[in-house]
Each structure stands twice: as C-alpha cells, then as structure tokens.
C-alpha cells in the first residue's frame, strides 16, 4: 500500500512539474506538456486501479488543486521576473530622410523595386515601393506618388497612374 502511495506521489508530481515547466518555461506546446499529462494521468489511473475509487478521486481532486496551486504560485512569486525580459527598447527607426521628400520629385532605382527597393533621389536614398507592385527595373526614372511612413510610394516615370 506504502509503495502505491509512493508511485502515486511520484507520478502526480512530475506530472505538475512538467506541466508547470512547459507552461513557464518552454514556448508552446510540446514533449513537456504531452509527458506531463501522461503522467498526471498514469497516477490518477494507478491509484484508481491499485488504491480504490475513493483514493482515486481523491488523488484526482489533490492534483487538480496541486497544478493549479503550483500556477498560483508561480504567477505571485518573484522568481519568472529573474528570467523575464525586461528591457525597454527606446530606439526608434530614422525616418528623417523620408521628410525631405515631397509628391513629385523624380528619383531613380538603384534596386529592382520588386515591388519594394531602394530609390535615390538627389544625395537622399530611401527605400521605394511600387504604387501599383509592378517591378520597376534598376536605373529607371521614377516619381514620388506620396511618402508612407517607412518608404516612399512611387511610379515608373513614363507611365500614368491616378491615385
């Protein structure tokens, strides 16, 4: 009896451990959840079969509250905050280039715009994209339709587009 209660015990523990550690630790859902299940399972199963239907539920009811107290736990505790990421990230990207520019001015490709890649208008390089995602060769004129928050909307030079 000693020693069913032992197996018992044992596999109800790993089993909320490994659940626990797929949850806090390890990114979605995989050997670690799938093992731990199983052996949550294999102890409630064990103690229905070896203990009796009484020490079965009860050992149902106890890994429940276990697994759920161990989540509790670990949400209140200080110890995830020690492997949480905690950095702040103040860098934002320049957009400074794309403020010299204005609807109209005429640029060429140094890329193939494919539909994105990079324009050069004057001394200013920015990435372009295609107004209409048809691919827009290297060296060839292009034209500012309008500037975007990240690139610069443009057109082939020797064709029409209306906006």
Wanted: charged content about 20%; proline content about 1%.
């Amino acid at each position: 009896m000693t020693f069913n209660l032992a197996i018992v015990a044992a596999l109800i523990f790993l089993g909320v451990l490994l659940i626990l550690i797929e949850i806090f630790l390890l990114p979605g859902f995989g050997i670690a959840g799938i093992g731990g299940i199983a052996f949550m399972g294999g102890g409630v199963f064990f103690a229905y079969s070896y203990i009796g239907a009484t020490a079965g539920t009860i050992t149902l009811l106890l890994s429940l509250l276990l697994l759920g107290g161990g989540f509790a736990w670990l949400i209140k505790s200080k110890s995830l905050s020690k492997i949480a990421l905690t950095a702040d990230i103040a860098e934002t990207v320049d957009k400074s280039e794309l403020k010299k520019l204005a609807k109209g001015d005429i640029g060429t490709t140094i890329s193939r715009l494919n539909p994105i890649g990079k324009v050069m208008f004057g001394e200013v390089i920015v990435e372009g994209k295609s107004f209409s995602g048809e691919l827009i060769d290297e060296d060839t004129e292009v034209e500012v339709l309008y500037v975007d928050s990240f690139n610069v909307i443009v057109k082939s030079k020797n064709k029409e587009t209306t906006l």
